[in-house]
């Protein structure tokens, strides 16, 4: 198996496997490394990153998955504890504006972190509600404050910490859906969809979430949105980076079959091609569905049976198209969201109805607009995503994605970029089945369980596994939740649960 690092055999260290080397698997890898632990990162893909991995073809680079850091001081905690500095290793460029939205008007909205930018902005299409604006502004702040602040970083192990947080929960209209809440500040449709739709970054639906999501609103504009030059895949080689540095490794090539148990303690790992490595913990970045109906089929659980995970709500799939022209849009900025002629009635068809529709709503990412070495010479990079239904829509994507990566370059050619199709010279696309099989996702489903309010916080898998001890979860799938910051988050929240190697006592 290809490797980073080869252990030494004679190190004393307690050793942490880490199953997965996503954002989260690399960051729980860091800051074990930091808390004296020998750690091996087991990855079933040939590549780090996870969902943040990269493509490259025809000369063009493409980020498979998150292209926005909206919380670098995350980053730059997990260089300080490797001894290093983020900006050694990482170039990060701050977006102004951070995204255009173009509704199916015609008409846009530019956002920023600008206060007095965004109130000529929402003036410019709907003077009625610059006010309304201004005070659903300093709700989120609050929100941020009680939701990323006080409780991103808290392990929710038993249910009276969820009780805790119950009154400043209701206070702040978490019983409500990010939606019902903007809709009581402003009235134009437009700027309720640019204010709600934050949710579907983390894959929850805007009219179904707790209005604790609208804490993305702020945290966007508290910490910027920011680009990594040479993609998101540059943040990646550097948490490989700090691993490295640490003295510790990852294995790639390396599926994991089962994590092995005993005496009600996880003890290491069985790979898909038979051999064993022994652990005095795991941490699993897997898909937290997949951890349990399929790392842990042996085992008995308590709480996360199958029965349970079956009737779990997933959040939807995703279709991203990779494509590169051989011209370049200088008007296109770096990211466009591209509102399609149905809002509510789309989301329905998505996570309810489980249709895949005609219509369609965009997210298209040009990230040549800020580092033109991702593309050839006069091209440009691009990827075009659509929230689609999850697996449990039976939808034969060997049947249907042809027929739908059309549908999406027409609606681009329609919008924003003309003669489109004349242009592409390169193209590829993942599909929820692509999701299911690259990551083991669950129904394909592009970032785990849904984060609606009866499946966050303590409702969620736990960061430590209520089932085996010595498993801990980290990524989308546990407690924060999903999103950069989330994921990284649920990697910091180790820290809170598992003590110095020093101190460390073995099963």
């Not at 670098?72 to 290093?84: I, R, T």
């Not at 895949?233 to 700090?242: F, N, S």
């Not at 809002?343 to 329905?348: K, M, N, P, T």
């Amino acid at each position: 198996m290809n490797a980073i690092n080869p252990p030494s055999f004679s190190d004393p260290r307690p050793h942490a496997l880490v199953i997965g080397a996503g954002f989260g698997g690399l960051a729980a890898a860091i800051r074990l490394g930091a808390r004296g632990y020998r750690v091996t990162i087991l990855e079933k893909l040939d590549q780090p990153g996870g969902r943040a991995s990269v493509f490259r073809q025809d000369g063009f680079t493409f980020d498979a998955g998150p292209t926005i850091i909206t919380a670098p001081f995350l980053l730059e905690e997990l260089w300080h504890l490797a001894g290093k500095r983020l900006a050694d290793d990482v170039t990060l460029r701050e977006m102004s504006p951070f995204y255009r939205i173009r509704f199916n008007d015609g008409t846009h909205l530019d956002c920023s972190s600008d206060p007095a930018a965004m109130a000529r902005e929402i003036g410019r299409i709907a003077p009625g509600d610059v006010a309304g604006y201004h005070r659903f502004l300093t709700l989120t702040e609050e929100i941020y404050r009680i939701g990323f602040e006080r409780l991103g970083h808290v392990p929710f192990g038993a249910i009276s910490d969820m009780a805790k947080i119950l009154p400043d929960l209701l206070r702040l209209s978490g019983h409500r859906s990010v939606y019902a809440l903007v809709a009581r500040y402003v009235r134009d449709e437009r700027v309720r969809q640019a204010l709600s739709f934050h949710p579907l970054l983390v894959g929850g639906n805007p009219f179904k979430v707790s209005a604790i999501y609208a804490l993305i609103l702020h945290l966007e504009r508290r910490h910027g949105v920011h680009f990594a030059m040479g993609g998101t895949g540059a943040i990646v080689d550097g948490l490989v980076g700090l691993i490295t540095h640490q003295g510790n490794m990852i294995r790639f090539n390396a599926e994991v079959r089962r994590i092995c148990v005993r005496n009600d303690a996880a003890c290491g790992v069985e790979l898909v091609d038979g051999s064993m490595i022994d652990a005095d913990l795991v941490v699993s970045n897997a898909d937290a569905a997949y951890t349990y109906q399929t790392l842990l089929a042996d085992h008995p659980r308590k709480r996360w049976t199958d029965r349970k995970l079956t009737r779990s709500r997933y959040s939807m799939g995703l279709f991203v198209w990779y494509f590169g022209t051989n011209k370049q849009y200088q008007s296109v900025p770096h990211h466009a969201i591209i509102m399609g002629p149905r809002y509510r009635g789309l989301l329905e068809d998505i996570f309810e109805r489980k249709i895949l529709a005609e219509d369609m709503s965009l997210y298209l990412h040009r990230p040549t607009a800020t580092d033109p070495a991702l593309a050839p010479a006069g091209c440009d990079a691009f990827y075009a995503l659509s929230p689609v239904p999850h697996l449990g829509a039976l939808i034969d994507w060997a049947e249907r994605a042809a027929a739908y990566r059309s549908a999406i370059a027409q609606r681009l050619e329609a919008t924003i970029l003309p003669g489109l199709r004349d242009h592409i010279v390169t193209s590829m696309e993942m599909t929820p089945a692509d999701f299911a099989s690259r990551y083991r996702s669950v129904l394909g489903a592009g970032f785990g369980l849904e984060p609606v309010l009866t499946q966050s916080a303590w409702f969620r898998p736990h960061n430590r596994s209520e089932e085996v001890k010595n498993l801990f979860l980290v990524g989308a799938g546990t407690h924060p939740g999903a999103g950069v910051p989330g994921v990284l988050s649920t990697a910091k929240v180790l820290d809170r649960l598992i003590p110095e190697a020093a101190h460390y006592v073995r099963a």
